[in-house]
Antibody, heavy 120, light 108 residues
Framework: QVQLQESGPGLVKPSETLSLTCTVS????????WSWIRQPPGKGLEWIGYIYHSGSTNYNPSLKSRVTISVDTSKNQFSLKLYSVTAADTAVYYC??????????????WGQGTLVTVSS | SYELTQPPSVSVSPGQTASITCSGD??????ACWYQQKPGQSPMVVIY???KRPSGIPERFSGSNSGNTATLTIRGTQAMDEADYYCQAWDSSTASGVFGGGTKLTVL
């Protein structure tokens, strides 16, 4: 059974960088589209981006200038960096395993999510 | 950018059929999927590629997608189905995922 677990600071200061790591267990990080999705408190889901095991990435156009997703296949981990954060970036951040088939994307395994608050 | 629109809320009586819609420009030309999210839990896919159910998802969940609208149908709705439901599609022009705003399903 594939499991994903997010880790990282729960509090980040404005203008600083949010950094999270997702550790994948119960399966290889090879193949699939490893994704980050966030959810502001009381609001809906927002897709952030994905990385393929080869290292190719795609990002939400609205966040593209501030986001980097990287992968470490030796550790079965992938990571998110979001730069120059503001209070609007306060959210529960989920990592997930994504599939892209025939130009359709869906995420079948999700982490439990981690709340990141942006505040001084 | 591509947008998906869902009704904020849908109510249904136990045992009845609930339908949740998701609208987007030529959505029928794309694959849609649906996630269920219960309070305090991570989302869970209940329908992918318009009509497919992952293993473990009850047969009462079904999906369709045509024209500008995708629909999640729950037949014989149970109290345990009360949750937020999100549709999601892939915007091939930007190679990015897009979520609908979510629909709160109330079973009363």
């Amino acid at each position: 059974q594939v499991q994903l677990q997010e880790s990282g600071p729960g509090l980040v200061k404005p203008s600083e960088t949010l950094s999270l790591t997702c550790t994948v267990s119960g399966g290889s990080i090879s193949s699939y589209y490893w994704s980050w999705i966030r959810q502001p408190p009381g609001k809906g889901l927002e897709w952030i981006g994905y990385i393929y095991h080869s290292g190719s990435t795609n990002y939400n156009p609205s966040l593209k200038s501030r986001v980097t997703i990287s992968v470490d296949t030796s550790k079965n981990q992938f990571s998110l960096k979001l730069y120059s954060v503001t209070a609007a970036d306060t959210a529960v951040y989920y990592c997930a395993r994504g599939h892209i088939e025939s130009s359709g994307y869906y995420a079948d395994y999700w982490g439990q999510g981690t709340l990141v608050t942006v505040s001084s | 950018s591509y947008e998906l629109t869902q009704p904020p809320s849908v109510s249904v009586s136990p045992g009845q059929t609930a339908s949740i819609t998701c609208s987007g420009d030529k959505l029928g030309d794309k694959y849609a999927c649906w996630y269920q999210q219960k309070p305090g839990q991570s989302p869970m896919v209940v329908i992918y590629q318009d009509i497919k159910r992952p293993s473990g998802i009850p047969e009462r969940f079904s999906g369709s997608n045509s024209g500008n609208t995708a629909t999640l149908t729950i037949r014989g709705t149970q109290a345990m189905d009360e949750a937020d439901y999100y549709c999601q599609a892939w915007d091939s022009s930007t190679a990015s995922g897009v979520f609908g705003g979510g629909t709160k399903l109330t079973v009363l």
